[in-house]
């Protein structure tokens, strides 16, 4: 099993969409700290403080989400855009060796994502401020757990990815189910339902839930979202073992 | 006359490898809706030996190859590897070596690193790579992304990831597809090379003329059911000199799509 990841993570690795992707993550990880720590007093803003160091960890974490769940579609429905899934299953014939390989690499690429954009953010946060000379405490004001808990989302969403991937096999079918269920079906849901706090048992709002430093009413707690966001990957996950033993 | 078959085996005999498999289709059937497209096929490729997969397009050859490598599922019968289906043999790229298409690699990926990807799996080491890089004549090319690949070449490089695991058995659906004379003359001479390694080698073709000069056995196909498979000097013996190519139309002409197994008692 270790071989096939380590396969699994060679294809990823041997393709430019990870150096890319996270290329862009990280020039966006280090960017949005500074711009929350630029526009901070502005307005309504609230200005900077010491607390502000978790805010800024979490203000990537929208675009590494998306971008891990694009690598995951892609080495999974990938397979199937350039019929590599051929040579794969020469390879392994059993799809579900193959697909928990792929669900193992994109879980160590998300946490390797996770790890890297906690360190140029806080970096950049940390540096903005430094500048209004303000106390950095990297182990108060929430700061540990969006940092621990960032890593794990980005795993998630590397699950994810490949589930989806593996369920629609068709890289444009996959991204724009991925899209419109970001942007289309999460925003159409709670308004059908005449229900606004169903956001929060939605993935997206699992994920805020996840994130946020500080309780909100009406949300879930934390551990909840969480709980929650397991669930959807599990299902996703089921539902691509259960059909990824379709013929090729 | 019936030619006997068994003794031209013999003759033709050469040494085999110690790890070649048994391949066995046994009553395989596919069908595609309303489409048979392979219809209780039995036969078994001699071990050690170059055999030829002939038939027309559509006859049945990649859908039969591509139930041995389980990549599609038969309704019924069986193709099995050493009493195995594919999906359990425990290292099968060390066992067959298979090539089905030639665009099956990424386009962005480099030649190596679409084999580099497949050893991995096997355990194989990069040297072993460099190795079938070289023997198929893609060292040069082996850093350059394989969209930039010409036909000729992504065929030279499925080639090279079937032997990636120096198997014993060989299976290779229209590999001379694509390729230039100077292509097929090199392909040629490595199937020959295989074969006089020990190899058994099953290959699929429609250059009939280019397989004759290739093969020892051949079978041949129409409408996804057996003509015949015979040994390629017993075919030729019995049809006093007629070439593969003569052969093939004349049993598909008369026995056609719904043939039984061909009597050779018929053709003579």
């Given at each position: ?26 020039v966006f990880a280090a960017a949005l700290p500074v711009f929350y720590g630029a526009v901070a007093g502005s307005g309504d803003l609230p200005p900077l403080a010491p607390e502000s160091l978790a805010d800024m960890l979490a203000a990537p974490s929208w675009l590494a989400g998306g ?182 | ?268």
């Amino acid at each position: 099993m270790r071989s096939l990841i380590y396969s699994e993570l060679l294809k990823v690795r041997t393709t430019r969409m990870l150096a890319v992707t996270v290329g862009v993550v990280l020039v966006f990880a280090a960017a949005l700290p500074v711009f929350y720590g630029a526009v901070a007093g502005s307005g309504d803003l609230p200005p900077l403080a010491p607390e502000s160091l978790a805010d800024m960890l979490a203000a990537p974490s929208w675009l590494a989400g998306g971008a891990v769940l694009l690598i995951g579609l892609l080495a999974s429905a990938g397979e199937f855009r350039h019929r590599t899934v051929y040579t794969t299953r020469l390879a392994e014939p059993r799809p579900l060796r193959v697909l928990a390989a792929k669900l193992a690499a994109m879980t160590v690429i998300g946490l390797a994502v996770g790890v890297a954009v906690d360190i140029v953010a806080a970096g950049a946060g940390g540096a903005m401020l430094a500048r209004d000379g303000l106390a950095i405490e990297p182990f108060s004001h929430g700061v540990p757990k969006v940092a621990l808990v960032m890593p794990l989302v980005l795993a998630l969403y590397g699950v994810l990815g490949v589930a989806i991937g593996a369920v629609l096999r068709s890289t444009t079918a996959a991204v724009g189910a991925a899209l419109i269920w970001a942007f289309v079906v999460e925003a159409v849901i709670p308004v059908v339902a005449g229900n606004p706090d169903l956001v929060n048992w939605l993935p997206t709002g699992a994920v805020r839930e996840v994130l946020s430093t500080q309780p909100t009413p009406g949300q879930l707690a934390p551990l909840a979202a969480a709980a929650l966001l397991l669930g959807y990957a599990v299902a996703l996950v089921a539902a691509s073992a259960a059909l990824d033993q379709r013929e090729l | 006359m019936v030619h006997n078959f068994e003794e031209s085996r013999e003759i033709a005999a050469i040494p085999t490898r110690e790890d070649i498999v048994q391949i066995e289709l046994n009553g395989l059937t596919k069908r595609y809706g309303s489409v048979m497209a392979v219809e209780d096929l039995t036969f078994s490729p001699a071990p050690g030996r170059v055999t030829g997969f002939v038939g027309a397009n559509g006859a049945g050859k990649s859908t039969t190859m591509r139930m041995l490598l389980g990549l599609t599922r038969p309704d019924s019968g069986t193709a099995t590897i050493d009493g195995k289906v594919y999906a359990e043999l425990r290292d099968p790229l060390r066992s067959i070596g298979a090539m089905v298409d030639a665009n099956v690699f990424h386009p962005r990926r480099s030649g190596r690193n679409a084999l580099r990807v497949l050893a991995r799996v096997a355990q194989i080491p990069d040297r072993r790579v460099d190795q079938v890089l070289a023997l198929v004549g893609l060292s040069d090319a082996a850093r350059r992304r394989v969209g930039g690949y010409s036909m000729g070449m992504r065929q030279r490089l499925a080639l090279a990831a079937a032997l990636l695991g120096d198997p014993g058995t060989i299976v290779l659906d229209e590999p001379a597809n694509g390729l230039d004379p100077h292509g097929v003359h090199w392909l040629r001479g490595l199937i020959r090379e295989l074969a006089s390694e020990g190899r058994t080698v099953f290959v699929s073709s429609h250059l009939l003329a280019e397989l004759a000069q290739t093969i020892d056995d051949v079978v041949i196909i129409a409408g996804g059911r057996l003509v015949t498979h015979e040994p390629m000097a017993g075919l030729l013996a019995c049809t006093n000199g007629a070439s593969l190519e003569e052969i093939f139309l004349d049993l598909t002409r008369t026995v056609g799509a719904a043939s039984s197994h061909y009597d050779m008692e018929e053709l003579t």
